[in-house]
């Protein structure tokens, strides 16, 4: 099951042993203190991994700037090495995208947490790469506001991986991606200059949007140190629905029927039976029917300066076929909805690894692919569970496979062709990291591959910036 | 009053002739047949200035390809003959952004005015870049949805132009810059290969950005060809109201107050006692206050599925003190109100040929800037008019100055600095264009420009696309 991208990066030369008498280590040490250039295997192995365990490598050191002056000294001090950089936030990833190459510097940058007061009249605040989702949600909460990303690792997923992702979550419906909340932002470039753009200003169109290149870029361009973001009202009211539906395609059906008759509406989460079934199985969840069994569902959230569940009954009252309803207008019995959804991750993890896969369909062709991945699995890997969730006003599904055998590669590259015969994207809001830059092709053509390795070069002549992420390790030239 | 942009460009060169023995003009008429290519100089003179007659300069000739494919093949014939490529849309320009550096080619790009239909799933349709924004407007209405940028020169700026641009206008406090409605789009790199992500997906990850950097780039990366949209709800119900306040800082609370306060919020637009007075003088129009006098005003629209003036009147009660205000609810009263801003272009030019600078300020520091432009041009340029007016939410002041002599470069630069020091942007939403090259670096570090510099070299690396637009036409890798 598990990929070595270190075997796939070429890579096989002998891991330099870092220790008191190496010179990259002392002049780590010199930037950042002594504290904060971790070596001892046992203290970075969590960094040397992501959350999936399918991906790993043994960096060289973990070094934990406290501030951009700091991240600059210590990219310029790689750049003099010849070592490459890995930068990491909350190391939340799932495709190998913050996981080192043998011999790389990882980058962690969870002391840059600084929350700046928020500027109310421009409705943003300013804050470090480090501060976790959660953090910044409750500093603007404080007054009266909210950030436009939320998703289920909050409490550990950073600012600058959201950035360097453009995660997505469960409000894109409503605020768009991270891309979309981002004003401005710092970041070190490759040779260890600081750019930043951290005015606020919403209409600044001085040449090209750099901060808007690095969203998404996945450490390949520059390491992101701090970001403007803007911030959204926090609405009042809000109501929590599930809706039981007969299938993927009635699902689609009353997703477009939502956006166009509902305001508001702020979150669109599909789940399946068999999800369902094993949240209530597995993560304690009680059964949100009774017994009740459907194959699909809807949660819905709509948010308002009025209460919203009025609107929302009217505007299902003529919508497709709907087999059960429950609502929530109080909070535990939202919570008790969500969790529906939420618990998913959890739930599929207690039931052992799975195989994940994070895509894009067009919701017009949604529920073809979901057919076809179904025959797919159960022609070329029997036995094989899948358990499929995701934000579906977005077309994103969430692809889990229980069980498919030490066979991942052939699983990806399976899925991943099928989602680019239905007009999907191979990449939603995980990133490419690892996992996919074999993929690469069956979202962008010759001609586009080769613009984005020319803005790689231009950047980052060296390559020494997440080498291996988005582009086979090797070197984005040569490929 | 006329800078010549070629003089700038250091271009003394003789101008070639181009005629029936021009191999270039031969190999262009071989693309897109006799008809669409333009020598006579009575017929590309429209093409060689923009709207301001600031800029002009002298193309070798003016090609209009039909498609996609057209566009590539003109770009290929333009490398193989060494010449430069000046993208064109409806030009409507005000910076010399669309305007030729001597010898050049103008590809104008009116023809590529393909609307497919609406996919009212997705919320979302394709466009050629010829399209006017008003025929965009209208071919989407039709299906109740509505296009989320608009602006005065919607008849003829195109959906390329405004691309290119990042054009803002009247509707970015609702729904973003040009940018937050570009989904995907189609582009012709300088090397004639093209570039197209048109799937639709919202989520779409794998690499960079590339749509999202063009936007704003102002022709000097690749030539958009089509563009995929997203498009808005085309709301049942608007009001507009003009209020009148006592000077900007007043508009500015206003402002946030309605933000703050009102769902729904379309449009923030700031006019002047000076400017009305001239709408009234000069345009015909009706003096809104009956004779009243005011310093400043706001016209404000809202929007909504259900009458939204009730609740626009509930959220001003307790505003920040409005000394008048007129309210139009049905269609010809807010095209009275609208007027008053909308004729702020036309009557300014039937006073003279304007002095336009088109900036940002953050809205804590906007009024003491408008306090010290009036300082500095009473200081320097006594006798010169200002009429200021512009999209107050987003902090963008559009600067017109009546009669500062022809003194042109150096207004710019006072102005420019002006902004600068009070945190502001040189460029809002009209593009660097020729006219602010010289002062990037008000508004961009020495690394930010190289990081622009970098990515300009690494797609056009002969600095054929526009060239003297965003950077001195000298060559981007020289400053």
Same mark, same amino acid.
């Given at each position: 099951?598990?990929?070595?991208?270190?075997?796939?990066?070429?890579?096989?030369?002998?891991?330099?042993?870092?220790?008191?008498?190496?010179?990259?280590?002392?002049?780590?040490?010199?930037?950042?203190?002594?504290?904060?250039?971790?070596?001892?295997?046992?203290?970075?192995?969590?960094?040397?991994?992501?959350?999936?365990?399918?991906?790993?490598?043994?960096?060289?050191?973990?070094?934990?700037?406290?501030?951009?002056?700091?991240?600059?000294?210590?990219?310029?001090?790689?750049?003099?090495?010849?070592?490459?950089?890995?930068?990491?936030?909350?190391?939340?990833?799932?495709?190998?995208?913050?996981?080192?190459?043998?011999?790389?510097?990882?980058?962690?940058?969870?002391?840059?947490?600084?929350?700046?007061?928020?500027?109310?009249?421009?409705?943003?605040?300013?804050?470090?790469?480090?501060?976790?989702?959660?953090?910044?949600?409750?500093?603007?909460?404080?007054?009266?506001?909210?950030?436009?990303?939320?998703?289920?690792?909050?409490?550990?997923?950073?600012?600058?991986?959201?950035?360097?992702?453009?995660?997505?979550?469960?409000?894109?419906?409503?605020?768009?991606?991270?891309?979309?909340?981002?004003?401005?932002?710092?970041?070190?470039?490759?040779?260890?200059?600081?750019?930043?753009?951290?005015?606020?200003?919403?209409?600044?169109?001085?040449?090209?949007?750099?901060?808007?290149?690095?969203?998404?870029?996945?450490?390949?361009?520059?390491?992101?140190?701090?970001?403007?973001?803007?911030?959204?009202?926090?609405?009042?009211?809000?109501?929590?629905?599930?809706?039981?539906?007969?299938?993927?395609?009635?699902?689609?059906?009353?997703?477009?029927?939502?956006?166009?008759?509902?305001?508001?509406?702020?979150?669109?989460?599909?789940?399946?039976?068999?999800?369902?079934?094993?949240?209530?199985?597995?993560?304690?969840?009680?059964?949100?029917?009774?017994?009740?069994?459907?194959?699909?569902?809807?949660?819905?959230?709509?948010?308002?300066?009025?209460?919203?569940?009025?609107?929302?009954?009217?505007?299902?009252?003529?919508?497709?076929?709907?087999?059960?309803?429950?609502?929530?207008?109080?909070? !535990?019995?939202?919570?008790?909805?969500?969790?529906?959804?939420?618990?998913?991750?959890?739930?599929?993890?207690?039931?052992?690894?799975?195989?994940?896969?994070?895509?894009?369909?067009?919701?017009?062709?949604?529920?073809?692919?979901?057919?076809?991945?179904?025959?797919?699995?159960?022609?070329?890997? !029997?036995?094989?569970?899948?358990?499929?969730?995701?934000?579906?006003?977005?077309?994103?599904?969430?692809?889990?496979?229980?069980?498919?055998?030490?066979?991942?590669?052939?699983?990806?590259?399976?899925?991943?062709?099928?989602?680019?015969?239905?007009?999907?994207?191979?990449?939603?809001?995980?990133?490419?990291?690892?996992?996919?830059?074999?993929?690469?092709?069956?979202?962008?053509?010759?001609?586009?591959?080769?613009?984005?390795?020319?803005?790689?070069?231009?950047?980052?002549?060296?390559?020494?910036?997440?080498?291996?992420?988005?582009?086979?390790?090797?070197?984005?030239?040569?490929?």
């Amino acid at each position: 099951m598990t990929a070595d991208p270190d075997a796939r990066a070429g890579r096989d030369r002998p891991e330099p042993e870092a220790g008191p008498e190496d010179a990259l280590v002392r002049a780590l040490v010199g930037v950042v203190g002594d504290r904060h250039v971790l070596t001892d295997p046992a203290v970075t192995a969590p960094f040397e991994t992501d959350w999936t365990r399918r991906w790993s490598g043994r960096a060289r050191c973990v070094v934990r700037p406290r501030d951009t002056a700091e991240v600059a000294a210590v990219v310029r001090v790689c750049a003099a090495h010849g070592v490459a950089v890995v930068p990491q936030g909350g190391n939340t990833g799932l495709v190998g995208g913050a996981v080192p190459v043998a011999g790389g510097v990882v980058v962690s940058l969870t002391r840059l947490d600084g929350l700046e007061p928020v500027d109310v009249l421009a409705g943003q605040v300013t804050v470090g790469a480090g501060v976790t989702l959660a953090r910044l949600q409750e500093h603007v909460a404080a007054v009266g506001l909210a950030y436009g990303v939320d998703l289920a690792a909050r409490d550990t997923a950073t600012v600058g991986g959201t950035i360097a992702t453009n995660a997505g979550g469960i409000h894109v419906v409503a605020h768009g991606t991270t891309r979309a909340q981002v004003v401005g932002l710092e970041a070190v470039l490759a040779d260890g200059s600081v750019v930043a753009r951290l005015g606020g200003l919403v209409k600044d169109n001085v040449g090209y949007d750099l901060p808007g290149l690095l969203v998404g870029s996945e450490g390949t361009l520059a390491i992101v140190t701090r970001a403007r973001l803007r911030l959204v009202a926090r609405p009042a009211h809000r109501v929590v629905a599930l809706f039981a539906l007969d299938d993927l395609a009635a699902a689609v059906q009353l997703t477009a029927h939502l956006r166009q008759r509902v305001a508001g509406l702020t979150a669109v989460e599909y789940v399946e039976r068999a999800g369902v079934e094993l949240v209530v199985a597995r993560a304690g969840v009680a059964d949100p029917f009774a017994g009740r069994v459907h194959a699909a569902h809807l949660v819905v959230e709509v948010a308002g300066a009025e209460p919203p569940a009025e609107g929302l009954a009217a505007a299902v009252a003529d919508a497709p076929a709907i087999r059960d309803v429950a609502v929530a207008e109080d909070g !535990p019995g939202q919570a008790r909805l969500w969790v529906v959804r939420e618990a998913h991750t959890e739930a599929i993890a207690a039931e052992g690894v799975p195989h994940k896969l994070d895509v894009t369909l067009p919701l017009a062709r949604i529920a073809a692919f979901r057919a076809a991945l179904d025959q797919l699995l159960a022609a070329r890997w !029997p036995g094989s569970r899948p358990i499929v969730f995701g934000h579906l006003a977005d077309g994103n599904l969430h692809v889990n496979v229980l069980g498919p055998g030490p066979d991942a590669d052939r699983l990806d590259a399976a899925v991943l062709e099928l989602v680019a015969e239905h007009g999907g994207s191979i990449s939603s809001e995980h990133g490419v990291g690892r996992q996919k830059t074999a993929y690469l092709h069956l979202g962008r053509s010759d001609a586009d591959r080769a613009a984005m390795r020319a803005i790689k070069r231009a950047l980052d002549p060296d390559g020494r910036l997440n080498p291996g992420v988005l582009f086979p390790a090797s070197s984005p030239a040569a490929t």
